[in-house]
């Protein structure tokens, strides 16, 4: 209407005055309602190529929008392990710090495991020290061995000493087993000697390993404890955090809230046509408007622009559910008067501004 206005006071209003004044003509007489629009057809034509101008011009260089939100972040609550919630430890709409317990899932199942690594560890260190009871068993059999293979090698020096002596003194034969009983012996230390290398091996590699393992399992299951408690990763407050003891929590299937983590508005995030991405720059000035605050304008300013936007890119899951319903959130806060509603196109980004120079479009 204002637009139409001004055209016609540049239009219809000076091709009235010439013919009322310069052609004489009045109204009522030679201007009646029927003549009208042949008299000031200039006029009239004029007005509405220029006002049509005039319209797509500010269309053109002034884009406007109702698709604008404001940009802030939700952290999801979901535990790292599904299970049933034990006890809880705050309430919906809570401000919460970052580290503060917010529930606690059953962990009898990872006590158990705890409880069973720890005697896995128990158990290895119990053959470790075995295994130096073994130790000093293979030493003591060693010299046994060696001792008998001494006295057999006296025994064979002795009867060969004589037969050599006494030739048929001594009995071949007795000189053969004998003979064999040194080898026998000493089959008999070589054994020894192997048992007491395969202790000392299982001292220094098997049994660590072992160990080591163990306190692995038990580092594992004291972490699959540790994740029964959930605490907020950040400070902020707590939405739709409804969970009771006894609930069922699934990482998969049902998170436990949302955290709002707490920060400072100081950006929209809009969505404008495709005819206006010609014109939107970084450094354009603005101004929001929003319903919840009636003959306020917010001043902001362009600080990004993203010119085209894939399918699919916003991920419309985890966010806050809104009771107002997409209407109130369609109309609640807009760019600029609305003129213009969403079509796929540029997303720009917005910040208020701080000098009082201007700032910025819906962003």
């Known amino acids: 209407m204002f637009e139409l206005l001004l055209c016609s006071s540049l239009?219809?209003?000076p091709d009235f005055l010439f013919r009322r004044f310069v052609q004489g003509k009045r109204i009522?007489?030679?201007i009646t309602l029927f003549s009208v629009w042949f008299e000031l057809r200039w006029g009239i034509t004029l007005c509405l190529i220029l006002t049509l101008s005039l319209i797509t011009t500010i269309?053109?260089?002034?884009?406007?929008t109702k698709a604008a939100t404001s940009v802030y972040r939700t952290v999801t609550i979901l535990p790292e392990t599904s299970g049933r919630v034990a006890e809880t430890f705050v309430d919906m709409n809570q401000r919460v710090e970052a580290g503060q317990?917010?529930?606690r899932l059953d962990s009898t199942e990872q006590e158990a495991a705890v409880a069973t690594a720890q005697r896995k560890v128990a158990e290895v260190e119990a053959a470790m020290v075995v295994a130096k009871s073994q130790l000093a068993e293979a030493d003591g059999r060693i010299v046994q061995a060696r001792g008998a293979r001494q006295q057999a090698i006296d025994e064979l020096a002795a009867r060969s000493e004589v037969q050599r002596r006494s030739p048929g003194s001594v009995a071949e034969r007795d000189v053969d087993r004998v003979r064999v009983q040194v080898d026998t012996q000493q089959g008999a230390l070589d054994a020894a000697l192997a048992n007491r290398e395969a202790v000392v091996s299982e001292m220094e590699f098997k049994l660590p390993a072992q160990k080591a393992s163990?306190?692995?399992?038990l580092r594992e299951a004291e972490v699959d404890l540790k994740k029964t408690l959930v605490v907020a990763g950040t400070d902020g407050i707590l939405q739709q955090f409804a969970l009771r003891p006894g609930d069922v929590v699934n990482p998969m299937?049902?998170?436990?809230?949302?955290?709002?983590p707490e920060r400072k508005v100081t950006a929209l995030l809009a969505g404008f046509g495709q005819i206006e991405a010609q014109v939107m720059k970084v450094g354009m000035i603005g101004e929001v408007t929003c319903i919840a605050k009636p003959w306020v304008i917010v001043p902001m300013v362009v600080t990004e622009v993203q010119n085209v936007i894939a399918a699919g890119q916003?991920?419309?899951t985890d966010s806050r559910s809104d009771p107002v319903g997409a209407a109130s959130r369609r109309d609640g806060c807009r760019g600029h008067p609305a003129r213009s509603g969403y079509a796929p196109g540029p997303i720009a980004a917005g910040r208020r501004s701080h000098g009082g120079l201007s700032s910025s479009g819906v962003a």
């Open 59 to 64: 269309f053109y260089f002034h884009p406007s």
């Open 28 to 30: 009522g007489h030679e």
């Open 314 to 316: 916003v991920r419309p």
């Open 11 to 13: 239009t219809i209003l």
């Open 101 to 103: 317990p917010l529930f």
């Open 214 to 217: 163990a306190e692995a399992a």
């Open 253 to 260: 299937l049902r998170p436990a809230g949302i955290l709002v």
